[in-house]
């Protein structure tokens, strides 16, 4: 048995225990780093983006995480194993700092992984998931998508879960020009400030047609009831499978609500986010945070310097 991560609060009596990690799909937006390493691996400061995902999982009770994994499984299947010669060498050196870090990844749940044999969309990869998961209600994270570590949406989506039952979906606003990227919501009022029900969904609509400025964001609390939704699925757009267009279907039959998240979030597979995300965190970081943000203004200034009448490098 898997002791507790740390930071998990106080287990709450929740019917969602498993966690669905897809981390399968090809990173195109980042070759070439890509190319033989995951976009969930690449480091976000000191660890791999994928572990700060699995970290809030434990963090929301959640104590079993299934990676769905594509051609690049070993490295991945490594930073959640343990690494004895690395921890044998630490322990030597009696670096217990080090060592922690290191056994960190794999004690925050019961870690498990499953083979997507092709990257054949997100909605296949979640199916992947269907034999280990069962008849049970289960959170799907995306191992590229950040929820900034001080917020509860996770924890929020699980409670309205366990409320209303049917699925869950996050929502964001974001501005007009930048729905296309995105899953979008068509919502109404539920009764509560930051839940909405959504009534339709549309896999990266073209600005015009987009039914609102609510993205779907990589967090989702899913009803079982989406497995056999998703095995009739044909390939939509992309010709993947789109987790978005089974959603669809489960919310035309009313059973899908949206919580609305206005805190922060990076999409670490797209480059520009990643080094924002990068820049960010590590600032924030008590080690390494003051020299950095001292040698970032030096550096702004130099590029205002550089850069005749540029006042906005820091936007
Ligand atoms: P993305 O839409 O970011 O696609 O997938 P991608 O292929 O990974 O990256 P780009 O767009 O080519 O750069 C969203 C999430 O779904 C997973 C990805 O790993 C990511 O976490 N995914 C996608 C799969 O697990 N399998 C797939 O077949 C597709």
């Given amino acids: 048995m898997i002791a507790p991560h740390p930071s998990a609060p106080a287990a709450p009596a929740r019917t969602v225990r498993k966690a669905v990690v897809p981390a399968a799909g090809l ?3 980042f070759l070439p780093a890509t190319k033989a ?21 434990a963090a929301a ?4 995480v299934l ?25 030597a050196k009696g670096d217990t700092v080090r060592l922690d870090a290191v056994r960190d990844p794999a004690r925050l749940a019961s870690i498990h992984h499953i083979r997507q044999g092709e990257p054949l969309g997100l909605g296949h990869a979640v199916l992947c998931a269907r034999r280990h998961v069962g008849d049970q209600p289960f959170a799907v994270l995306l191992g590229d998508d950040l ?10 989506m699980l409670g309205v879960r366990d409320r209303r039952l049917g699925s869950v979906v996050a929502l964001m606003e974001v501005p007009p020009e930048q729905i296309h990227r995105y899953g979008c919501a068509a919502v109404e009022p539920a009764g509560e400030e930051d839940v909405v029900r959504v009534t339709g969904l549309v896999e990266k609509p073209a600005r015009q047609h987009a039914p609102s400025r609510y993205a779907v964001i990589g967090r989702y609390v899913l ?30 039959g009313g059973t899908v609500h949206g919580v609305v998240f206005k805190g922060l979030r990076h999409d670490t597979g797209d480059k520009a ?24 203004r030096r550096f702004l200034g130099e590029l205002d310097g550089a850069r005749p009448g540029r006042r906005d490098v820091a936007a």
């Fill in 37 to 57: 390493t995951p976009k969930e691996m690449l480091p976000v400061v000191d660890k791999p983006a994928i572990q700060y995902v699995v970290e809030e999982a």
């Fill in 67 to 91: 990676m769905v994994t594509g051609r690049h499984k070993r490295a991945i299947e490594d930073h959640f194993d343990h690494a004895f010669e690395l921890e044998q060498a630490l322990t």
């Fill in 147 to 156: 929820i900034d570590p001080r917020e509860t949406l996770l924890s929020r």
């Fill in 273 to 296: 986010d990643y080094l924002r995300t990068v820049v960010r965190l590590a600032c924030e970081r008590p080690d390494l945070g003051p020299e950095f943000v001292a040698w970032l």
């Fill in 27 to 29: 990173g195109t937006r």
């Fill in 61 to 64: 009770g959640l104590d079993d």
């Fill in 223 to 252: 009803d079982p009831a989406v497995f056999s939704v998703l095995e009739r699925t044909p390939p939509g757009r992309g010709g993947e499978i789109q987790l978005t267009d089974a959603l669809q279907e489960l919310a035309a």
